[in-house]
């Protein structure tokens, strides 16, 4: 993983390097069972190479902490791993560059849950979802458990959001829980255009504890980007 994290730092392939102060790689735990994609670093991320260090991230720390879950236990990364300018939306070509790096931190982690924060996170799994439908339904995803959230950001400056961003996270323990019920080895083809996210019945109650993740021997302005 630091091997790649070495290789987005010094990345080219996009016009965003030019402007970028640090790019963002992600952080976190080498085997967790979560893996959390947000949409591209802002102010803050830029300055100090980390993901979600601004209010955005505090907010998210505040999320997390309800389930119970801290940093240690996830990993972090964003679509794009520099910053747009101004924090504006990131373009295709440039989601299209970082895409190589999402798909390997993907393959180095293989999570049992992702996690989408936002529009330009949950549109990378079903090109034409909406994530004003679709946030805090626990869908299946080939072999994993997809669960789009709204960003952080946009909670930020919408209390109904807000809201529906703190009912919604405290359903990822039953995603953690639904992800053993889903068969592993399942094509890694992506869906086609105007598949629908597939909806699983779920009904463990709230109050149960999330599953620890599992350890194997081989380590395994301040603005973030968030649209809906």
Not at 2 to 15: G, Q
Not at 37 to 56: A, H
Not at 156 to 161: E, F, G, T, V, Y
Request: aromatic fraction near 6%; charge should be negative; hydrophobic fraction near 35%.
């Amino acid at each position: 993983m630091e091997e790649l994290a070495d290789a987005v730092r010094t990345c080219t392939k996009c016009r965003l390097h030019s402007s970028r102060t640090n790019a963002v790689p992600g952080d976190g735990s080498p085997v967790a069972s979560i893996l959390i994609i947000g949409e591209g670093p802002g102010f803050y991320e830029d300055q100090q190479g980390l993901p979600f260090v601004g209010r955005s991230g505090k907010l998210l720390d505040e999320l997390l902490a309800k389930v119970p879950l801290s940093r240690e236990d996830v990993f972090i990364t964003n679509v794009v791993k520099c910053r747009p300018p101004d924090n504006r939306d990131p373009q295709p070509d440039e989601v299209a560059a970082c895409r190589p790096y999402l798909e390997r931190q993907m393959e180095l982690l293989n999570p049992k849950v992702i996690v989408t924060l936002g529009r330009h996170s949950y549109l990378r799994f079903y090109p034409d979802g909406k994530i004003s439908k679709d946030h805090g339904k626990i869908l299946r995803w080939n072999d994993r458990i997809l669960f789009p959230l709204y960003h952080p950001a946009a909670a930020l400056r919408n209390p109904a959001i807000k809201r529906d961003l703190e009912e919604d996270v405290l359903r990822l323990p039953q995603a953690l829980r639904e992800s053993l019920r889903v068969s592993p080895g399942a094509s890694q083809q992506e869906p086609a255009s105007g598949q629908q996210p597939e909806a699983l019945e779920v009904g463990a109650s709230l109050s149960e504890p999330l599953i620890e993740n599992e350890t194997t021997e081989e380590e395994k302005g301040d603005r973030q980007l968030g649209f809906f």
